[in-house]
């Protein structure tokens, strides 16, 4: 039975790309994803890791979502299958991704909001769930976001 998901996208723009990711010297992207079937009508970038090939590249962002790999559409698969397709692929890796337009001028990017939603999310989440959608509770303690939190609120 196929399932077809409605997205309300509160009336923000999509904007699609299609991005050249190189694998690092351990065969990594550098992102984490979350979403997925049963759970999610689409695969997300949770976290894109510092340092990494995506962060150096700078056009995949937290929230964004994954529609396809290689020119092979994600849209209703399980959040392993899209790990794994990605996992398996010769680099470089071609990550379609759609980007919902925001307005940087308001001081606030989906990077951050994301970051945020997901920190409150994890805080009152058990670890299975969690992991089903990608939200590790090691987030709460290696995440930079946090840490640049505790900056500002220290120099206060």
């Known amino acids: 039975m196929d399932l077809y ?3 309300d996208r509160l009336g923000l723009k999509i904007q699609s790309e299609t991005v050249e990711i190189m694998k690092d010297e351990k065969g990594l992207v550098g992102i984490s994803i979350g979403g997925g079937h049963p759970f999610c ?6 976290q894109v890791f510092d340092g990494s090939p995506t962060e150096k590249d700078g056009r ?4 964004d979502e994954v529609v396809a790999i290689n020119g092979i559409s994600v849209k209703g698969e399980r959040k392993s299958a899209v790990a794994q397709l990605i996992q ?4 470089p890796i071609k990550v379609t991704i759609n980007k919902l337009e925001d307005d940087p001028e308001k001081g606030k ?20 769930s969690a992991d089903a959608l990608g939200l590790s509770r090691a987030i709460l303690c290696n995440d ?3 840490n640049k939190i505790k900056v500002e609120i220290l120099s206060f």
Do not use: A, N, Q, W
């Open 5 to 7: 998901y409605e997205e």
């Open 109 to 128: 990017t989906f990077d951050i909001l994301m970051k945020k939603v997901k920190h409150k999310m994890v805080e009152f989440m058990d670890t299975d």
């Open 60 to 63: 995949i962002r937290c929230g």
């Open 88 to 91: 398996c692929s010769t680099t």
């Open 144 to 146: 930079p976001l946090l």
């Open 41 to 46: 009508p689409c695969v997300y970038v949770v």
